[in-house]
Each structure stands twice: as C-alpha cells, then as structure tokens.
C-alpha cells in the first residue's frame, strides 16, 4: 500500500478533485463511468480500486478511455488489489487511504460504486462517512449490466444517468464536452454505426444528465433541449422535412419512436421531389423496406405452417421473441432466411434476440442460423449488376440490394451464420429442399415473400421438423418504457441516420452544434460511407 499511498500523494498535488472507483463486480463499465464522472464533476484524476479476481479484465477495460483526457491509478499497479475477500480488511484499508487523502487537502472527493457488489459498496461507504464526512459525494451511473454493450462515449449520454448521494452546489454550471465525433462513418455492422453515431450524438448535445439527492432535498437536471434531425432534398438544401425528435437528456420517447416508426414515409416523401418522374408506387415499395431493416418495427410470424397445430399460438407473435423461446429448448435449432429478409431486417431481429439471451452482437445458444447460397448470389449479382451511379429507381434498388448484403455479412459476423448449400433457382424452392436435409431439432423457414410461403405449403416442404413461416411488422411503435427499450431504439435510430444519410443528405441539430451528412461513397469494402460536416448557424 504505501508505493500507492505514495504515487496518490505525488499525483494529487496536480488536483483539487478525485474519484475513486470501487470495482469488484462489473470491470466493463468502467470507462463509462470515468467518462460521466469527467463529464458532470469536472474531475481528471482517478483512482481505482480492485478485487485479485477481476484485474485483467479491469486493465483490458481500461484500454477503452480514449475520448477523455484523464489521469488513471489503479492500485494493482503499485502492489496488490485493494479490496480484500475480508470485509474488514477491505475497511482497515480504505481507513487508511481515505486519511491519506485528507492529508493532500482534496476539496472534493467522489466515490463510485457502480461497477462494485455489495460487501464493497458497504464498506466504502461506512469508510467515508467516518474519515471523510460531508467532503465525498457517491455516485452510481447507469448502465446496462451485458458485456458486449459499448461502453460511453460509445453509447447515448441519456443511457448513463448519474446518480449522486449528497448535495453538489454547482450543478447548473454545465462542463466542457471533450468529444469528438468522426469526421466519416464507415460500414462497421450495426454495432460499429451505433457507436459512431452516440459519439456524434454526445458531441453535439449537452452535459447536465443526474439526479442527485441529500437529506430531505432532490435535485433533478435541467436540460430540456432537444435533439432535431432534417432530411433535405438533393436538388435543394432548403427544402427540408423534420426526420426525428429526441430529448438530450432523456433520449427516445414514445414520440420519438412513433417518429421513428413512420420515418420511411418522409424519406419516400423527399425522395420523390428528387425523383418526380418516378412512379411513386415504386419509390414506396423500395423505401418502405428500411421501417424494417432499420429496426422500426419488429418483425411478426402473420402465417405459420407445419403437419401440427403445436406452433399456431406463434401468430402475432414477434419474431426474436419465438426465436428466443425455441433456442430455449435443450435441442437447437436452426433459422433459414429466405432473400428477402436481409432486405428486412433479419439482422436486427437476431440483434433483439441476442440482447434476450443477454451478450448483445455475438452467437446465439441453442440457434444455427443458414444463409441460402442462391440468396447471397442473388443479392450479390444486384449489387454488381447495377451502376453505382445511377439515378432514380436505379439508385434505391443499388443502395437496398448494398445494404441487403451488409445485413447478410452482419449475419456471418456477429451471429456465426453458416451456408447453406442451396444453389438452383428459383431461390425459395432450392431452399426449402435443402433446408430439410439440416441435423437440427426443429427448422425454421422464414420468408416475407407471401408467394413463397404458398408455394412451400403446396410443395408439401412445411412437415416433419420443418416450420414455415410468413413475416410481417408489427403495426405499433417500439417501446422505449425501460431502458433496454431505450437501448434498441438508440440502435434503431443510429441505422436510421446511417440509412437516411445515403439517400438523402441528412442535418443533427444539437444545443452545442449542427453537422450534415451526405453520402461519400457506394463503392468498397466499408461502402457506404458517409462524410459529415459541421454546419455553421
């Protein structure tokens, strides 16, 4: 302890202010919490205090903070960890250290318990209430408890609420925001495009997000500003159309996803100023696909087929809903999409079933997911067949069948789809036979092609452990009443932005800043890529 005690007493000197992070339980929430602490209390200097069982992962965290220019002291760096499987050790320690401090005359000190169990937590806090009385203040940030979950700045700022125990008596001053949003986004699957556009979203937005509370007083925060997103004609900046609406603070309400729900309607709306020589008809038909592929709405088992009725109670079901229940079972199963549903949004109903199971973007227990080979042939000669830079018609079906394939390598990466060997055509026959011959418990045929779901029940495939299965969307908006709902529609809405932003350019107006995105590139490895400029008001 004292090659610690000694490094703090160094180290303070620089300071006026310390957190100390009790981490004993959830290492990967680390960042996040040295972010929102920086953030809301202005403090650069940090101290963290770990179990021996967790300090791999706490050093593999902390590999994470790039975005905040911090200074960092964790304690198994200079001896051993610091909370002890003793409680009381744990506390004759922390008695110690907190004495120390005093002695550097800090003025304010902040104690964090959010990635801490309860044992630590109890310590720390009957430590401080001792040594330190009214100096500290504890702290608890929101977050998610699912690894996989990018840590903030990689998440929305409304998602890490900090809570405070004791009164803070300059809240209302708002800090400096130290983050800075990239200047392109590239195709990185979902999860890369929701990281991308928290950070640009956190950039733009205001600091100010805590409650905090002492004695009988609560105080709440005042930010009551809002996020607005327009998207413009590409034949004219000025004519524009209100895309979304989202509080800074708080982020996504039913408003919001209401918004988001219909959003396609105001794309189709822009576009066909852009492309009036167009059939609307088609346009709709093109652009209604994203309410899905976005994840606007959640896909919904409207028909199902199979030799017994043990499967009709999944009508009107949705769909990761079934998929999470099925792979439940001690014998998996297996998931065969036909083409259309990279079209559709299969690749965020797997994300909204993985968030179920609890590891968010990774493989799915009990669930082999099947990518038809005729389907990625059919997808892939789209993209080849048709000129990057052609206009109208031409243009959406190029950038639907790009982000077909996107959905389709999201498939393979995140969620380890296998192909399966079916070449012939048409697709949905070649399909439903060699699905059939698959090892699995139980298969799952999926189309939203209602043509292909008949033409299955008529060539008698929808038997056995073969289940078909016709998809529609859910005819309401998705729900943002806790904060997984929040969670999925800040993903949905950052592939919104990303979606948008290739058709159309596309302006976020924050409380701090503007910035337009517009298509850079259809060609590549990362296409599409968007460019964003900042805006001058």
């Keep these: 302890m004292n090659a610690l005690f000694n490094i703090l007493s160094d180290k303070i000197r620089d300071f006026d202010k310390i957190c100390i992070i009790v981490v004993n339980k959830y290492p990967w929430v680390l960042?996040?919490?040295?972010?929102?602490?920086?953030?809301?209390?202005?403090?650069?200097?940090?101290?963290?205090?770990?179990?021996?069982?967790?300090?791999?992962?706490?050093?593999?965290?902390?590999?994470?903070?790039?975005?905040?220019?911090?200074?960092?002291?964790?304690?198994?760096?200079?001896?051993?960890?610091?909370?002890?499987?003793?409680?009381?050790?744990?506390?004759?320690?922390?008695?110690k250290l907190f004495k120390q401090i005093l002695e550097n005359n800090v003025k304010e000190i902040v104690i964090d318990l959010t990635g801490s169990d309860s044992l630590a937590s109890s310590a720390a806090m009957y430590s401080a209430s001792r040594i330190l009385t009214d100096r500290t203040y504890f702290t608890i940030v929101e977050n998610i408890p699912l690894y996989g979950i990018p840590a903030y700045p990689g998440s929305p700022r409304w998602l890490h609420k900090l809570f405070i125990y004791g009164e803070k008596k300059d809240f209302n001053k708002l800090n400096e925001v130290s983050i800075n949003y990239p200047k392109v986004v590239e195709w990185r699957g979902s999860r890369g495009i929701y990281i991308a556009f928290s950070k640009i979203i956190n950039a733009l937005t205001s600091t100010g997000y805590y409650e905090s509370y002492s004695g009988e007083r609560r105080v709440f925060s005042e930010n009551n500003n809002v996020v607005e997103i327009y998207i413009h004609s590409n034949n004219s900046i000025d004519n524009k159309q209100k895309l979304i609406v989202i509080k800074e603070s708080t982020g996504p309400d039913e408003e919001t996803s209401r918004m988001l729900y219909n959003s396609w309607k105001a794309l189709s709306d822009t576009l066909y100023l852009d492309y009036s020589s167009e059939d609307r008809q088609v346009i709709d038909r093109i652009i209604m696909q994203i309410q899905r592929y976005v994840g606007a709405a959640d896909l919904v088992i409207k028909q199902i087929s199979c030799n017994n009725n043990n499967y009709e109670h999944l009508v009107n079901e949705k769909l990761h809903r079934v998929l999470y229940k099925l792979s439940s079972d001690k014998q998996p199963i297996a998931l065969v999409s036909d083409t259309n549903l990279f079209y559709q949004g299969i690749h965020m109903t797997l994300l909204k079933t993985s968030i179920k199971t609890g590891s968010p973007w990774s493989s799915i227990r009990g669930l082999n997911i099947y990518i038809p080979k005729c389907a990625e042939t059919e997808i892939n000669g789209k993209v080849a067949e048709i000129n990057a830079d052609s206009q109208g018609v031409?243009?959406?079906?190029?950038?639907?069948?790009?982000?077909?394939?996107?959905?389709?390598?999201?498939?393979?990466?995140?969620?380890?789809?296998?192909?399966?060997?079916?070449?012939?055509?048409?697709c949905e026959v070649s399909v439903a036979v060699e699905a059939s011959t698959l090892p699995e418990s139980k298969i799952l045929l999926v189309t939203a092609d209602h043509k292909a779901f008949t033409a299955w029940q008529t060539l008698n495939i929808c038997r056995g452990k073969v289940i078909c299965i016709y998809i529609g969307h859910s005819d309401n908006a998705l729900e943002v009443n806790n904060i997984y709902g929040r969670f999925y529609v800040s993903i949905a809405i950052s592939m919104l932005l990303y979606v948008a932003s290739i058709l159309v350019p596309v302006s976020i107006i924050g409380s701090r800043d503007t910035i337009r995105l517009t298509v850079k590139n259809l060609r590549g490895t990362t296409a599409p890529v968007i460019a964003i400029n900042r805006v001058k008001m």
């Design 31 to 95: 960042p996040s919490i040295i972010g929102r602490v920086n953030e809301e209390f202005g403090i650069k200097l940090f101290l963290i205090l770990t179990d021996p069982y967790n300090i791999e992962y706490v050093r593999e965290s902390l590999q994470h903070i790039k975005d905040f220019n911090v200074t960092i002291i964790s304690d198994y760096e200079y001896g051993s960890s610091f909370i002890q499987d003793n409680l009381i050790d744990t506390i004759f320690r922390l008695n």
């Design 394 to 426: 031409s243009r959406l079906s190029y950038i639907m069948a790009l982000l077909a394939n996107r959905a389709l390598l999201e498939s393979k990466y995140y969620y380890g789809a296998e192909i399966l060997n079916a070449v012939a055509q048409p």
